[in-house]
């Protein structure tokens, strides 16, 4: 993944990183019944419409010796809040909510990774690149003073599929439509959203 600083807010908004693997470290030695809750299917709001109105997924994988296994990243810890309990959106009223125990680790994950985080000193035209599968992002709050939308990072995901690393089965279908040939040709037609369009926001894959 990487970041494109077109520019920056007046105050706050910095970029957080912290470990996926120091966080479910941590979780492991001191809540195990929080991992045991990542690793158990959970219901997620997609907000796609039209589409699959959830998917029904765990928040961490884990190599267990299992086919669907994988070596080379025995444990992948994928969290975000929004398609547990909603943003800008609000989750979908049909879905089953989440439970207490989930509410509860979604919360351990977040002050676990915040405990470990790092804050980054970034710039107006500065370019951040980052392993989405061995960290995780956030922002802080920001003010943008007032200015609509001076705060303004364009969010790119790329795959190297010699470097990659290799994916747990249960990932592949998502990689493959984010990632593989979309054209009869063989080719990939790429969409570029540089300049602001209403609706954007509420993206996952778009928000930063």
């Not at 929080?34 to 589409?51: A, F, H, I």
């Not at 979604?106 to 676990?112: E, G, H, I, M, S």
């Not at 790329?158 to 990932?171: T, V, Y």
Request: aromatic share 10%; hydrophobic share 35%; net charge negative.
């Amino acid at each position: 993944m990487a970041f494109f600083y077109m520019d920056t807010a007046l105050k706050g908004g910095e970029t957080i990183l912290t470990s996926s693997w120091q966080t479910y470290n941590e979780l492991a030695a001191e809540r195990p019944e929080v991992v045991r809750t990542l690793t158990e299917p959970w219901v997620m709001d997609t907000y796609v419409k039209p589409g699959p109105i959830h998917t029904h997924e765990p928040v961490a994988l884990e190599d267990n010796g299992a086919d669907d296994g994988c070596e080379k990243i025995p444990v992948l810890l994928r969290f975000s809040r929004y398609p547990v309990i909603g943003w800008q959106r609000k989750r979908n009223p049909n879905l089953p909510p989440p439970t207490q125990a989930q509410l509860e680790a979604a919360d351990a994950v977040q002050f676990t990774a915040m405990r470990n985080a790092i804050k980054l000193p970034v710039v107006k035209g500065d370019m951040l690149f980052v392993n989405d599968m061995a960290l995780m992002h956030a922002r802080t709050g920001f003010d943008d003073g007032g200015i609509p939308l001076k705060r303004h990072l364009v969010k790119m995901y790329f795959r190297d599929p010699e470097q990659g690393w290799e994916l747990p089965l249960a990932l592949e279908k998502e990689w493959r439509t984010t990632y593989s040939p979309n054209r009869p040709d063989g080719t990939r037609h790429e969409t570029w959203h540089i300049s602001h369009e209403p609706g954007l926001e509420e993206l996952t894959t778009l928000n930063g």
